[in-house]
């Protein structure tokens, strides 16, 4: 991954060639200001634990409703 001024990042646990908590941590490496925030429909504690620990700024579950999305960006 090259550096990059990436504002917000819009991950899911699992994308094609890379898992989202692992890309959260190399995003959170080269740019600790970068927003991250998981779009999944990972219920597992497991995750949602790994993304405090990567201070994922929120954790959506899918399907997700408007409103939700509106008060996390809003």
Do not use: S
């Not at 819009?10 to 490496?29: F, H, Q, S, T, V």
């Not at 925030?37 to 620990?53: G, L, N, Q, V």
């Amino acid at each position: 991954m090259k550096n990059t001024d990436i504002n917000i990042a819009l991950l899911d646990i699992e994308m094609p060639g890379m898992n989202g908590i692992e890309l959260a941590k190399l995003i959170r490496e080269k740019n600790p200001d970068c927003i991250i925030i998981f779009i999944t429909a990972y219920d597992r504690f497991e995750y949602a634990i790994e993304a405090m620990h990567i201070k994922a700024f929120d954790y959506l579950l899918k399907p997700w409703k408007e409103e939700k999305a509106y008060r996390t960006y809003h």
